[in-house]
């Protein structure tokens, strides 16, 4: 990956629905060259998708959650359990007080509640902690730097 890629990318991030022209116009190549670099930056795995952010609280999920989910066994029927939870955006394996880390979003501490004991109902969850967030100061995307030029 290169300074282009990154700007690419960058650029995308902001806003991915961008031209191939004004992308390339962007970063000094033509549109196709553009259109060139971000299929080769989507086969190598770096852009895994385009999407759309939406705003969790405006589409009534404004209950952010983190659950600590400790278990004796982490079988795929528990892994794909979880994945079928639609209000679990993303789970994770981690080292520490449990085995993994679940982010949800549900649309009241009621429906957060429904979802705990879905959770605790599945074959091989043994506890759960939650910790719920009351205010977000920031997210973000993954940044790509771009190297600090030689001021020499």
Known sequence: MDDIDRMLIGLLQKDATQSYASLGAAVGLSSGAAHERVRKLRERGLIRRTTVDVDPVAAGR????????????????T?????????????????????????VR???????????????????????QTIVV????FERDVHIPLPIADPT
Do not use: C
């Open 106 to 128: 549900a649309s009241s501490t009621q429906e957060l509640q429904s979802l705990l004991r879905r959770v605790f109902d599945i074959e091989g969850v043994a506890r759960t």
């Open 62 to 77: 404004g209950v952010l959650a983190y659950v600590m989910i400790d278990g004796n066994t982490w079988m795929g029927d």
């Open 79 to 103: 892994a794909e359990a979880l994945k079928a939870i639609p209000e679990i955006e993303e789970a994770h394996v981690i080292a520490g007080p449990a085995t993994l880390l679940a982010k």
């Open 134 to 137: 009351l205010e977000t100061f």
